[in-house]
Each structure stands twice: as structure tokens, then as C-alpha cells.
């Protein structure tokens, strides 16, 4: 499956914005997919995850209650809804797949097999 990933930008504190991941090329409806993000300097992170077969999202504690991970399977997209966003926030934002992953590897960056290619996220303070 390939990704990509859009949506990012530039936003004051306790700002909102939505990212979009659109996939192509695999039954996208099969996949776990989550987010990730990597700030300048430091190692990408866990961000969200939602598996094919359970409508609820796996969260980093970080961002629990202020971001949504959602999918659309009819249109092969993957979203996350990210709401009163905060200055330690900011990071490019990866969207990510993998058929296979099992439970316990969910907010493992290598255990995912197909990456977008990240959208930066800015949030002022």
C-alpha cells in the first residue's frame, strides 16, 4: 500500500486541524494504521493507532482526549482529528501500515511496513 499524507500546517496554541492520509494499491480495509510523529532532534513516537477489526483508537497518553483517529475504508483514508494543540506538539506527522502487526507492537515504528512520506506540524505558542 502506498501513502500519503497532507493536512499539516501552521497553528496557534489551542488551535485544531485535521490530517488526512490516502492510501492506494491494497484493500486498504485490512490494515492497521496509525500516526506517528518525530520532532526535530528527537526519535519518532506513538502517536495513534486503530486496528482493522475494532473501531476504537489506541492513544499516547499525550495526546488522549485531544486527538481522534479515524478511517474512511470507502475511500481508503485514514484521518486524525487533533484538537487544542499545544507548542510540544509540533513535529512532522507520519501515517503508517501494516497488515500484520500484532497487539503489542502497536506504538513500534519498525513492526509497520509502508510509511508516508510526513507532514509538518507547527503550533505557536
Known amino acids: 500500500v502506498q501513502l500519503q499524507a497532507s493536512g499539516g500546517g501552521l497553528v496557534q496554541a489551542g488551535g485544531s486541524l485535521r490530517l488526512s492520509c490516502a492510501a492506494s494499491g491494497r484493500t486498504f480495509s485490512g490494515y492497521t494504521l496509525a500516526w506517528f510523529r518525530q520532532a526535530t532532534g528527537k526519535e519518532r513516537e506513538f502517536v495513534a493507532a486503530l486496528k482493522s477489526t475494532n473501531s476504537n483508537g489506541f492513544y499516547a497518553d499525550s495526546v488522549k482526549g485531544r486527538f481522534t483517529i479515524s478511517r474512511d475504508n470507502a475511500r481508503s483514508t485514514l484521518y486524525l482529528q487533533m484538537n487544542n494543540l499545544q507548542p510540544e506538539d509540533t513535529a512532522v506527522y507520519y501515517c503508517?501500515?501494516?497488515?500484520?502487526?500484532?497487539?503489542?507492537?502497536?506504538?513500534?515504528?519498525?513492526?509497520?511496513?509502508?510509511w508516508g512520506q510526513g507532514t509538518l506540524v507547527t503550533v505557536s505558542s
Open positions: 503508517t501500515a501494516s497488515r500484520t502487526i500484532i497487539h503489542s507492537n502497536l506504538r513500534v515504528p519498525s513492526a509497520y511496513d509502508a
